[in-house]
């Protein structure tokens, strides 16, 4: 499939479509918007059959933490996928409209977490639609299940601290994958504008075609090997809050790189601290 090391990881509509009834599958709607719109009530307007809704902030991120958006912990992830009707055998299926973008942290935080029967659907629910799939309205309730989290997956996760100590390691990629606006510092979305010193800029979305599904493996590698973000080094992806950053995370997985962290606290913590040090400029 498309050349991908990994295509366990991406769920074809085909192979969706012919799984709906599984008892054993769980289709998750991860559409969350940053404009004004409401996930939730893109998801009750339509959504796959037999989809939960998810929101990323609320049940995929730790509520009280400080930056926004950490990884949340054992507990709250035992119990949040216990109320979807996910168990440890569940196979998960997550799925937005923009790609995987907000879907990609659902296979972040169940990955961390040992759980390695999540696949993200590619092409998403735009790709169901404009093959003509079905679709259901209002709300899905699943029968409660019995999750249990795996110990965390220390080697997919870099904390604030961790990364300043490796900035001058020639081993380290580090990559900023959010809009050049925000790269440069033109676009101040912290108490300081600019990056991560030594990040390569490599935008999150160009990983997709433009109809929302991966582009082939020869592709993504192509594009990071041509900017030093070789197989060999110890890659860090980094956005504003760990959104984008699983994402980037997600599209190297597929292709087989197999040292890839992701610093979940972003922009938010790295910009918002006074005592880590930054860069400007194009």
Request: with cysteine.
């Given at each position: ?124 629910i735009v790709k169901w639609l ?6 259901e309205s209002g709300e899905v ?44 510092g033109a676009e101040v979305r ?93």
């Open positions: 499939m498309a050349g991908y090391a990994h295509p366990e990881l991406l769920a074809e509509t085909d192979w969706l479509a012919a799984h709906l009834n599984d008892p054993k599958l769980r289709i998750v709607d991860c559409r969350y918007y940053y404009d004004g719109r409401v996930g939730r009530d893109a998801y009750r307007e339509g959504h796959i059959p037999g989809a939960v809704y998810m929101a990323h902030p609320i049940d995929l991120s730790d509520p009280t933490a400080t930056p926004p958006n950490l990884v949340p912990g054992p507990e709250q992830v035992a119990a949040t996928m216990s109320r979807f009707g996910i168990d440890n055998d569940t196979v998960v299926v997550g799925y937005d409209d923009e790609g995987a973008h907000t879907a990609a942290r659902l296979w972040w935080v169940l990955t961390y977490y040992g759980h390695t029967k999540v696949k993200l659907l590619n092409g998403g404009a093959e003509g799939r079905p679709v309730v699943p029968p409660l299940a019995v999750f249990r989290p795996g110990l965390p997956r220390t080697d997919m996760r870099v904390r604030g601290d961790e990364l300043r100590a490796e900035l001058n390691d020639p081993r380290l990629g580090l990559l900023d994958v959010r809009r050049a606006t925000e790269y440069s912290a108490a300081r504008g600019g990056r991560i010193p030594g990040a390569i800029h490599l935008f999150w979305q160009d990983n997709l075609n433009p109809d929302w599904t991966f582009r082939n493996a020869d592709e993504i590698r192509a594009r990071h090997e041509a900017a030093g973000a070789t197989p060999d080094k110890n890659v860090v992806t980094y956005c504003q809050s760990g959104i984008r950053a699983s994402h980037a995370a997600f599209s190297l997985y597929l292709i087989g790189y197999e040292n890839v962290r992701m610093y979940d606290g972003s922009w938010n913590e790295w910009g918002n601290r006074g005592d880590l040090p930054i860069e400007t400029g194009g």
